[in-house]
Nanobody, 123 residues
């Protein structure tokens, strides 16, 4: 099972960025995929999740109205569109899955982290 995040970079406050999560080794169609982020010295934080049927669950209220998650099962990809970025969104972003559920349950149930991608929001 592999989930590989990419697409990070440096962006100015108020800007946008789209992250990609490439999956392999499991049938992505049947499972939820979540986006997480981690700042150095802090625990990994669940951001939002998309279920098997495409429903979104927000684990972090601060991104509501700014972040959108989508999935492309045919290409085994999940995307995170981030708009109106703020300096506090700066983190390494990861994608993960929960292979025991089709829905977005607690973020602590997710795993199978791959290499993350760094997002830096700064002027």
């Amino acid at each position: 099972v592999q989930l590989q995040a990419s697409g990070g970079g440096l962006v100015q406050p108020g800007g946008s960025l789209r992250l990609s999560c490439a999956t392999s080794g499991f049938f992505m169609d049947d499972y939820p995929i979540g986006w997480f982020r981690q700042v150095a010295g802090k625990d990994r934080e669940g951001v939002l999740c998309i279920s098997k049927i495409g429903s979104t669950t927000f684990w972090t209220d601060s991104v509501k109205g700014r972040f959108t998650i989508s999935r492309d099962n045919a290409n085994k990809m999940v995307y995170l569109q981030m708009n109106s970025l703020k300096p506090e969104d700066t983190a390494v972003y990861y994608c993960g899955t929960d292979l025991y559920s089709a829905r977005c349950g607690p973020s602590r149930d997710f795993g199978h982290w791959g290499q993350g991608t760094l997002v830096t929001v700064s002027s």
